[in-house]
């Protein structure tokens, strides 16, 4: 499941139950074009974890939340609280690393 959120409801609703990658990036951002993929891979690979993604261009306010300063950004939650995060494009490796060690 990939949803896109814009407000913090929305985004509160998502990631209070279970397994979350959020994934903070914006449409211009070339590093982001190349991470989404390879999230998005790493999602369909492991049903359990909902990918939730936000467009820090279209939610400010999320992006500020959580001191967003460079974009990617993914973060993973468990049950509404933040574990971790990764900063930057990173490989394929990396990422199923990032949400196996949860």
Known sequence: MIKEVTTNEEFDEVVKEGRVLVDFYAVWCGPC?????IVEKV?????EIALVRVNVDEAPD???RFGIASIPTLFYFNNGEAKN????????DTVK?????Q
């Not at 074009?33 to 993929?37: G, I, Q, R």
């Not at 995060?85 to 394929?92: F, Q």
């Open 43 to 47: 999602a369909e690979e492991h049903p």
């Open 85 to 92: 995060s990764l900063v930057g494009y990173v490989d394929e």
């Open 62 to 64: 999320l992006a500020a």
């Open 33 to 37: 074009k190349m991470l989404a993929p």
């Open 97 to 101: 690393q990032f949400v196996e060690i």
